[in-house]
């Protein structure tokens, strides 16, 4: 019996092969959307899965509440994980990570890499992250100091010609490690990129401090891995006071993260989460777009078998062998488009990975869970989308069928589900093309918002600790670079926005006992308002000459505004970062990316030594002027005989280009593609409403109205539909731009709205203006011949 509907599903096929083609075409495209789509968020949804025991693993973080926020911190004391391993039984390991912040790994002066992805830890993180080790023994390669581990990448690129195991490796020129394991590339997907392991001890041996002994240093990430069987809930709310007892004045709270939702929620923001579920939401309408398009030319095109399907119920086809014949020819169109759906998934993956900045595949025996979750995706697809079209034509009366009225059968059957399935189509294709223009216009904003400081013609390098240094002042060196023809002046800084930034916990004269702020911290030199172009509003700069300044400090706009001063208010008053004194208020700036609010500054003054962490700021005549970037260079290498660095242009990579121009490209290609579905599943509805209406066009000829009348007449219909659909997807567009995770946002541009909105009548009118008016030209001589 397959047999026999399979061969003549062939049949039909070959001889409508124009209806197959498009039919074939819409749901291949909308599949193959879908299949990448559906990859993008399977992968950012998988981020340190690859962890053995991923399930039973937790970030643990910090709730705070502050006079300015709040919020849920990623780093605390690295104690922390001490106290949960000894004195919690719900507790299997417990471990402490820390970011080195990036070192020059050199095996000889041209084998020399800044690596910045380093990290400091014990050799517990073996026991509770999943990393396979290819040489060395995971006990022991981090039980002693100055032992380095490394991922085979990083081994490859510093031994090319030689096994490391057990060779030396100088790190910023001055400190030798040895190789003591090398372990597998970490995963793309994990939250914690690590490229070497360093011990703790290290830190203690070189810098005499030891992260174990401060409950004040908060800087450290925790790890928890929790026993078989624990509550995740009733366990958190254990541990939830457990600072209560080391940090005095402060109400904070532990908080459990499982580590599936680390990298797509960082703290308390769900706006990446919110970004990929977009992704997600774009995938699957433009499947039910391309399902519904296929509902729509099955039916019309079923429709046109109406003698064929009369004459099978005369010779005694039964209602349920019909739904069966036509919905084998539906699924067979279904899994021929899948076919083709997984070649154009293939053949656009690399592009989609530049657009998304990610290494995705399809690997169908590996991942089979995906292979079979898209195959279930279009199997449902093609039962519901061929269910509905063969119930109808199948529920036909034979009369009607073999008298060719079986447009009156469906009038009779108020067809008007066909058109709320149009109206859907043109809803997300209006929706999408909302989307896309909102999210171009958030793009752009953030792109071109002013940032309260110029980076144009400005040079930068960070500089790590140095023990010698030619002169331990930078005034000298200052001096100096100033004699650089093209110099204009030059700055030292701990910080630079969009580069580093560290937080203090701030209170002020007149808080109340145990109220504090999170302020974002700087330490600059006199001149670092004014080569950075920031805005003195109130107050006065630093001065070398007064050494009062050394406990003075300059705060910005949201730092008075959040303790309710003016700024006029805020001279002169302490603030309890070692008893400083404000003596400037500077205009917000974003120290951070402008997707973020502008949290509270204060900016305390350097005292001008060389030898620790450094950010050096250079800003020029035209940093175009090879003769003067090269000069700076050569007096900072001269300056830093043994440090290494990389002076460069200044650039704010504010955040804007990876997120919004991707999402941006998506959404404009993705609103390309519903808007071509949408077309195909017009001409359908066209196609069938003109069949239908071929006798009163005939009529209305020959009592007189013109092609023109007619013309009108008919497509007063599709008008209807398209405005109903954009009264539908304009406040659902508007809905979308709304859960935008941006703190910053343009005004709604009402133009875009308009010039949707006519777009999607144009485009309508042209899509079904050539079948109307082929069928408004007929001769109705032809047309009252119908029967």
């Given at each position: 019996m397959f047999k026999n509907f399979l061969k003549l599903a062939v049949r039909n096929f070959y001889k409508n092969g124009t209806y197959s083609i498009i039919n074939i075409f819409g749901l291949s495209v909308g599949l193959a959307s879908f299949i990448m789509l559906s990859l993008f968020v399977k992968y950012e949804s998988s981020y340190d899965t690859f962890n053995e025991d991923y399930k039973r693993i937790y970030r643990v973080e910090q709730k705070v509440n502050l006079a300015n926020e709040t919020s849920q911190w990623n780093q605390l004391p690295a104690p922390v994980s001490s106290e949960l391993q000894d004195n919690f039984a719900e507790i299997e390991e417990a471990i402490t990570i820390r970011e080195v912040w990036g070192e020059y790994l050199s095996t000889s002066k041209k084998l020399t890499f800044f690596e910045p992805d380093g990290f400091y830890a014990n050799p517990d993180i073996f026991e509770l992250f999943t990393f396979k080790f290819i040489s060395g023994n995971k006990k022991s390669a981090l039980d002693a100091p100055m032992k380095i581990v490394l991922t085979e990448t990083i081994a490859e690129k510093l031994f090319p010609d030689s096994n490391p195991m057990g060779q030396n490796i100088l790190i910023d020129s001055k400190r030798t490690y040895q190789v003591s394991g090398i372990i597998e590339d970490i995963p793309y997907n994990s939250t914690i990129g690590i490229t070497y392991i360093i011990p703790f001890s290290t830190y203690e041996n070189v810098y005499n401090g030891n992260f174990f002994d401060h409950w004040e240093w908060h800087d450290c990430h925790i790890y928890a891995k929790l026993r078989e069987g624990v509550d995740e809930n009733l366990f958190g709310d254990k541990i939830a006071n457990l600072l209560d007892d080391f940090l005095e004045d402060r109400e904070d709270k532990l908080v459990l993260k499982h580590i599936e939702k680390v990298h797509l929620i960082q703290g308390d923001n769900e706006g990446y989460w919110i970004a990929v579920m977009l992704y997600g939401m774009v995938g699957v309408f433009i499947l039910l777009l391309a399902a519904m398009n296929f509902v729509n030319l099955t039916t019309a095109y079923s429709l046109t078998r109406a003698k064929e399907i009369g004459i099978k119920k005369v010779v005694g086809s039964s209602k349920l062998r019909l739904i069966?014949?036509?919905?084998?020819?539906?699924?067979?169109?279904?899994?021929?488009?899948?076919?083709?759906?997984?070649?154009?998934?293939?053949?656009?993956?690399?592009?989609?990975?530049?657009?998304?900045?990610?290494?995705?595949?399809?690997?169908?025996?590996?991942?089979?869970?995906?292979?079979?979750?898209?195959?279930?995706?279009?199997?449902?697809?093609?039962?519901?989308?061929?269910?509905?079209?063969?119930?109808?034509?199948?529920?036909?009366?034979?009369?009607?069928?073999?008298?060719?009225?079986?447009?009156?059968?469906?009038?009779?059957?108020?067809?008007?589900?066909?058109?709320?399935?149009?109206?859907?189509?043109?809803?997300?294709?209006?929706?999408?093309?909302?989307?896309?223009?909102?999210?171009?216009?958030?793009?752009?904003?953030?792109?071109?918002?002013?940032?309260?400081?110029?980076?144009?013609?400005?040079?930068?390098?960070?500089?790590?600790?140095?023990?010698?240094?030619?002169?331990?002042?930078?005034?000298?060196?200052?001096?100096?670079?100033?004699?650089?023809?093209?110099?204009?002046?030059?700055?030292?800084?701990?910080?630079?926005?969009?580069?580093?930034?560290?937080?203090?916990?701030?209170?002020?004269?007149?808080?109340?006992?145990?109220?504090?702020?999170?302020?974002?911290?700087?330490?600059?030199?006199?001149?670092?308002?004014?080569?950075?172009?920031?805005?003195?509003?109130?107050?006065?700069?630093?001065?070398?000459?007064?050494?009062?300044?050394?406990?003075?400090?300059?705060?910005?706009?949201?730092?008075?505004?959040?303790?309710?001063?003016?700024?006029?208010?805020?001279?002169?008053?302490?603030?309890?970062?070692?008893?400083?004194?404000?003596?400037?208020?500077?205009?917000?700036?974003?120290?951070?990316?402008?997707?973020?609010?502008?949290?509270?500054?204060?900016?305390?003054?350097?005292?001008?030594?060389?030898?620790?962490?450094?950010?050096?700021?250079?800003?020029?005549?035209?940093?175009?002027?090879?003769?003067?970037?090269?000069?700076?260079?050569?007096?900072?290498?001269?300056?830093?005989?043994?440090?290494?660095?990389?002076?460069?242009?200044?650039?704010?990579?504010?955040?804007?280009?990876?997120?919004?121009?991707?999402m941006v490209k998506t959404f404009s290609f993705f609103s390309f593609v519903s808007i071509i579905i949408a077309i195909v599943g017009l001409f359908a509805l066209v196609s069938f409403s003109s069949k239908r209406k071929v006798k009163e066009i005939g009529i209305r000829k020959v009592l007189g109205a013109s092609s023109i009348e007619i013309y009108k007449n008919l497509t007063k219909e599709y008008i209807i539909l398209i405005l109903i659909a954009n009264v539908i997807a304009i406040p659902l567009g508007l809905f979308v731009f709304d859960m935008d995770p941006s703190y910053y946002k343009p005004d709604i541009n009402y133009f875009n709205i308009i010039y949707t909105s006519i777009l999607s009548v144009v485009i309508t009118l042209l899509t079904i203006s050539i079948q109307i008016i082929k069928s408004s030209n007929a001769n109705p001589v032809d047309s009252l011949r119908y029967e």
């Amino acid at each position: 019996m397959f047999k026999n509907f399979l061969k003549l599903a062939v049949r039909n096929f070959y001889k409508n092969g124009t209806y197959s083609i498009i039919n074939i075409f819409g749901l291949s495209v909308g599949l193959a959307s879908f299949i990448m789509l559906s990859l993008f968020v399977k992968y950012e949804s998988s981020y340190d899965t690859f962890n053995e025991d991923y399930k039973r693993i937790y970030r643990v973080e910090q709730k705070v509440n502050l006079a300015n926020e709040t919020s849920q911190w990623n780093q605390l004391p690295a104690p922390v994980s001490s106290e949960l391993q000894d004195n919690f039984a719900e507790i299997e390991e417990a471990i402490t990570i820390r970011e080195v912040w990036g070192e020059y790994l050199s095996t000889s002066k041209k084998l020399t890499f800044f690596e910045p992805d380093g990290f400091y830890a014990n050799p517990d993180i073996f026991e509770l992250f999943t990393f396979k080790f290819i040489s060395g023994n995971k006990k022991s390669a981090l039980d002693a100091p100055m032992k380095i581990v490394l991922t085979e990448t990083i081994a490859e690129k510093l031994f090319p010609d030689s096994n490391p195991m057990g060779q030396n490796i100088l790190i910023d020129s001055k400190r030798t490690y040895q190789v003591s394991g090398i372990i597998e590339d970490i995963p793309y997907n994990s939250t914690i990129g690590i490229t070497y392991i360093i011990p703790f001890s290290t830190y203690e041996n070189v810098y005499n401090g030891n992260f174990f002994d401060h409950w004040e240093w908060h800087d450290c990430h925790i790890y928890a891995k929790l026993r078989e069987g624990v509550d995740e809930n009733l366990f958190g709310d254990k541990i939830a006071n457990l600072l209560d007892d080391f940090l005095e004045d402060r109400e904070d709270k532990l908080v459990l993260k499982h580590i599936e939702k680390v990298h797509l929620i960082q703290g308390d923001n769900e706006g990446y989460w919110i970004a990929v579920m977009l992704y997600g939401m774009v995938g699957v309408f433009i499947l039910l777009l391309a399902a519904m398009n296929f509902v729509n030319l099955t039916t019309a095109y079923s429709l046109t078998r109406a003698k064929e399907i009369g004459i099978k119920k005369v010779v005694g086809s039964s209602k349920l062998r019909l739904i069966r014949n036509f919905l084998t020819e539906s699924m067979i169109l279904v899994f021929i488009s899948l076919l083709i759906a997984f070649t154009i998934a293939e053949a656009t993956l690399p592009i989609f990975n530049k657009i998304v900045s990610l290494p995705l595949s399809i690997n169908y025996i590996k991942d089979w869970e995906f292979t079979l979750f898209i195959i279930g995706i279009t199997f449902i697809t093609g039962i519901l989308s061929g269910l509905y079209p063969s119930i109808v034509i199948s529920s036909l009366s034979p009369i009607i069928t073999l008298k060719n009225r079986i447009f009156d059968g469906v009038r009779n059957k108020r067809f008007s589900m066909r058109k709320g399935l149009v109206i859907f189509q043109l809803v997300l294709s209006v929706l999408f093309v909302l989307i896309t223009l909102g999210v171009l216009q958030q793009f752009n904003y953030l792109k071109n918002k002013e940032l309260g400081f110029n980076t144009n013609n400005l040079l930068r390098t960070a500089i790590k600790e140095t023990e010698k240094v030619k002169i331990n002042e930078f005034e000298a060196l200052r001096n100096d670079l100033k004699q650089v023809p093209g110099v204009v002046d030059a700055c030292l800084s701990l910080n630079t926005p969009f580069y580093s930034s560290w937080g203090r916990l701030i209170d002020w004269e007149g808080a109340q006992a145990g109220e504090n702020m999170n302020s974002r911290y700087n330490q600059a030199y006199s001149t670092y308002i004014n080569v950075m172009g920031l805005n003195l509003i109130g107050g006065r700069d630093f001065n070398e000459n007064l050494a009062s300044d050394s406990a003075a400090c300059i705060v910005n706009e949201t730092f008075v505004d959040v303790i309710g001063w003016s700024k006029e208010e805020a001279l002169g008053k302490k603030v309890w970062y070692n008893g400083h004194t404000i003596i400037g208020v500077i205009k917000d700036f974003h120290e951070q990316s402008p997707f973020t609010k502008i949290k509270p500054y204060i900016l305390t003054k350097h005292p001008g030594h060389l030898t620790g962490w450094k950010n050096i700021l250079v800003r020029v005549d035209d940093i175009s002027n090879s003769e003067t970037v090269g000069k700076v260079k050569t007096i900072l290498e001269d300056y830093f005989p043994e440090s290494n660095f990389n002076l460069k242009p200044y650039g704010t990579d504010n955040g804007t280009n990876d997120v919004y121009q991707g999402m941006v490209k998506t959404f404009s290609f993705f609103s390309f593609v519903s808007i071509i579905i949408a077309i195909v599943g017009l001409f359908a509805l066209v196609s069938f409403s003109s069949k239908r209406k071929v006798k009163e066009i005939g009529i209305r000829k020959v009592l007189g109205a013109s092609s023109i009348e007619i013309y009108k007449n008919l497509t007063k219909e599709y008008i209807i539909l398209i405005l109903i659909a954009n009264v539908i997807a304009i406040p659902l567009g508007l809905f979308v731009f709304d859960m935008d995770p941006s703190y910053y946002k343009p005004d709604i541009n009402y133009f875009n709205i308009i010039y949707t909105s006519i777009l999607s009548v144009v485009i309508t009118l042209l899509t079904i203006s050539i079948q109307i008016i082929k069928s408004s030209n007929a001769n109705p001589v032809d047309s009252l011949r119908y029967e």
